[in-house]
């Protein structure tokens, strides 16, 4: 008698028997995108703080000849003005970095101030700030940012405040959904139902579980901030010359079309400072959204 | 598995974008070909166009001289095989008095309008006293007009307030082309600014005897003319002329290239360099253009630009090295606002750097630290990124201790700040109305009343009008040019206009395109060209 085995028994046990070493091995392939974020963000970083200290050129100065291909001495050539190319990219960083920064957390303190009230007392409260929230967002972005940047006048100063007043809806639409979704739970309607004051039920209660896909979201817009400071710069609105600046450095490119180098720098360092942080921000969402 | 479809999603997207672009290209492709069809018949021009207005007596802009020279005729015309030499056009003869103060011009009998009118005196009347009415910026070529009889139908006869020696350049300059009165009349125009309402008409109709009229405008888009078939000269060899607006050299270049376009006028060197497309002709030729810098001592925030000062930013600037970096070292340095080769230019000493001396000079004065701001349009005209232009004199002159907050804005916003506010240091482009250097005065010179005197707000020299009187008065070309050369030489010593760079031009155009001139009038005749 010959024993039989049932093979449609045995397989989905054979599947998921899956070795220590090829679990580790998806692992490691799956955060893969998120360590070449992390070095890109945390490289660029560190190029923003320490450029001044071993930066190869003075980026306002001329140094060569103009128009200089990419060489071992110029490694992304030179500039109409004869300037070093490369020595401007790593310079870019102190603008592009910074200005990011400063808009994502000042939408974010201002998006989360609107959102919280918007989310936690509902109502007209409610009814109000996200009506504002919705106006402000039935324009498109980089539009609206232009015209109040144009309004303003051109700058990185105003093109700053151009971004953070586009930026801040995104935010306080997430935590106003965020914070209606928290409030209604049991802890949070115990902790009323005891008489705690709606600052600590909101501050202790709602905020700590209503931020995480803020802090998400903030991550991976960093990226397109960047972006945002670049086109504005690009179309004249940003930073002003001679500023090295990735989207002011791309208008000279253009200007300068034969000579790809020109823009093929702040190009590339525009494109690994998005990809960096969304990378990065991919991986946060993997890691913290709870919808996952 | 939600983050896996999301990837696929994005995969799906950046197929569908990437499929999207290639349909733009190929659309772009097809566009092109779309455009050579119509190349077969019309002449399509790329160029950055500048146009303020189409109205022939208010219109001042760089392309408003091609159009009013295809459209509306002048009295005289530049021959464009020496660019000095007047030659017939509405008017077969032409003389003046003796005193420069009566000319009188003799209409040819076969020359009409569109519509097959004859142009009459009464229509060069008109046009001129609407002109120097309208009070624009074209008016001061007629504001030295104090009378103008119309003996007859044929006969013109302008005297002028003074001896005017350069009144017959002045005719020949583009803004100076006769309309039709009646036709104008009827559509509100008027000799005076308050009363005239023609301008809106202007951009949509002509009412001129030129080779060609107007057939559409679509502002910073195109502007489309038709062959004037009832032209009463040699007729146009093209039915249909099109300027298609075009930003930048590079796309002009493109389409040029692509043959999109039949002629592309405002290629930087960079951009003109290495070009060895099939079937076009690049041309580099010397102009009269150049890109200046001004200095504006009676603005707000000009009061540091006391003369010392102003000569001492002069010395500081790097004249070949803003050559090189503007327009690749193709064209010249310029001393004077009276471009090399007009009258009175000769011998003039070329602008160069001296720094110590600028430093010696910004030392007496007692600046130690002096800040500016520059702003300016930007531009890029003639070749020349406004922008790369003064990146460059900020850098000069930082090395004298001055530093120069640069702000570059739109022309529009930069028209309203000139015209209202004025500019401390601000950059502009000139190119030549008529071949008298009388014009480089009356627009430069602290003349009072005159633009830069009104912009700078710098304090008049009324010497400087004793001299241009002297000069329109003198009887020979010699005692013209000595006066021009002093009148230069004041200008230089202002200080509030410095020349940066005379760039050459190139004009490209398809192989097959004939007949094209760089004209110090009038930038370019279109009846002149032709293919074949």
């Known amino acids: ?292 | 598995m939600r983050a896996g479809r999301a990837r696929s999603v994005r995969i799906l997207s950046g197929i569908v974008a990437a499929g999207l672009l290639a349909a733009a290209c190929g659309g772009g492709k097809s566009g092109s070909s779309g455009n050579n069809v119509s190349a077969q018949q019309a002449l399509i021009i790329a160029r950055s166009m500048d146009i303020n207005s189409l109205d022939p007596q208010r219109a001042y802009c760089d392309t408003c001289q091609i159009y009013l020279t295809a459209v509306y005729e002048t009295l005289l015309g530049l021959d464009p095989k020496d660019n000095k030499t007047l030659v017939p056009r509405l008017a077969t003869k032409w003389s003046s008095n003796s005193a420069q103060t009566e000319f009188t011009f003799t209409l040819n009998p076969k020359a009409k309008f569109a519509d097959g009118k004859p142009v009459t005196s009464a229509d060069v009347k008109f046009s001129w006293e609407r002109l120097k009415g309208l009070a624009g910026s074209a008016s001061y070529l007629a504001s030295g007009i104090a009378s103008i009889a119309t003996p007859d139908a044929r006969t013109v006869v302008a005297t002028m307030t003074q001896p005017n020696s350069a009144f017959l350049a002045q005719v020949n300059a583009s803004y100076m082309g006769v309309v039709e009165q009646s036709v104008a009349e009827a559509k509100g125009a008027t000799t005076a600014a308050a009363t005239d309402k023609a301008e809106k008409w202007f951009l949509a109709n002509s009412a001129g005897s030129g080779p060609f009229t107007l057939a559409s405008y679509k502002s910073g888009q195109e502007v489309r003319l038709k062959r004037n078939a009832a032209y009463w000269g040699t007729k146009a060899a093209f039915p249909e002329v099109v300027m298609k607006q075009t930003a930048d050299a590079v796309t002009q270049r493109q389409q040029l290239e692509q043959g999109a376009v039949d002629i592309a006028m405002q290629l930087s060197t960079d951009v003109a360099k290495n070009m060895n497309a099939k079937n076009v002709t690049v041309r580099k030729v010397p102009s009269f253009n150049y890109v200046y810098l001004a200095l504006s001592p009676g603005v707000k925030g000009g009061e540091a630009l006391t003369p010392d000062v102003r000569k001492a930013i002069r010395l500081a600037l790097d004249y070949k090295g803003l050559l090189d970096v503007t327009v690749g070292g193709a064209g010249r340095s310029q001393p004077s606002p009276i471009p090399n080769g007009f009258l009175g230019t000769d011998g003039l000493a070329p602008p160069a750097r001296d720094v110590a001396q600028a430093k010696r000079l910004l030392a007496q004065a007692g600046v130690t630290k002096l800040s500016l701001s520059a702003t300016y349009p930007t531009l890029n005209v003639y070749g020349v990124d406004f922008s790369t232009a003064m990146q460059k004199v900020q850098t000069d002159l930082k090395a004298v201790g001055i530093e120069l907050k640069l702000n570059p804005v739109e022309i529009s916003v930069w028209a309203s700040k000139i015209g209202t506010d004025g500019i401390p240091v601000t950059a502009l482009y000139f190119a030549p109305d008529h071949t008298d250097p009388s014009q480089y005065v009356q627009y430069f010179g602290l003349m009072p009343g005159s633009q830069w005197q009104t912009w700078t707000k710098a304090p008049a020299r009324p010497q400087e009008n004793q001299l241009l009187n002297q000069a329109f008065a003198a009887k020979s070309v010699n005692e013209r040019g000595a006066l021009y050369k002093q009148l230069a030489q004041a200008m230089m010593d202002d200080g509030v206009i410095i020349p940066l760079v005379n760039p050459d031009l190139y004009l490209a155009a398809r192989s097959d395109i004939k007949g094209m001139h760089y004209s110090a009038c009038c930038n370019l005749d279109l009846s002149q060209l032709s293919r074949g």
């Open chain 1, 1 to 292: 008698m010959t024993a039989t085995v049932d093979s449609t028994v045995l397989t989905p046990s054979v599947v998921n028997v899956e070795s220590r070493s090829e679990q580790g091995s998806r692992s490691r392939r799956a955060r893969l995108p998120a360590y070449i974020g992390l070095v890109i963000v945390v490289g660029w970083t560190v190029v923003a703080a320490t450029v001044p200290l071993w930066s190869p050129n003075d980026p306002l100065a001329p140094v060569g000849a103009r128009l200089l291909e990419p060489s071992r001495a110029h490694l992304l050539g030179t500039d109409a003005l004869g300037r070093d190319v490369f020595t401007r990219v790593l310079w870019g960083t102190r603008t592009s970095l910074p200005v990011a920064f400063v808009v994502i957390v000042a939408s974010v303190a201002l998006g989360s101030l609107v959102g919280a009230a918007a989310g936690f007392f509902g109502g007209w409260v409610d009814a109000v700030l996200m009506r504002v929230v919705d106006i402000t967002m039935a324009f498109p972005p980089i539009l609206l940012a232009m015209a109040i940047t144009a309004s303003l006048g051109p700058g990185i100063r105003n093109a700053l405040i151009g971004m953070v007043l586009v930026w801040w809806p995104i935010y306080a639409r997430l935590l106003a959904a965020q914070v209606q979704s928290v409030r209604r739970r049991d802890h949070v309607e115990s902790a009323v139902a005891i008489g705690a004051s709606r600052w600590l039920v909101l501050r202790r209660y709602v905020l700590p579980l209503s931020y995480t896909p803020v802090l998400v979201n903030a991550t991976m817009d960093f990226g397109q901030v960047v972006l945002l400071t670049a086109s504005l710069s690009f179309i004249g609105l940003g930073a002003r010359p001679p500023s090295p600046e990735w989207g002011a450095m791309i208008t000279e490119g253009a200007t300068n079309f034969y000579n790809w180098w020109i823009a093929a720098g702040p190009g590339v360092a525009i494109l690994s400072v998005v990809l960096g942080f969304n990378f990065l921000g991919d991986a946060l969402r993997d890691r913290l959204d709870v919808r996952d």
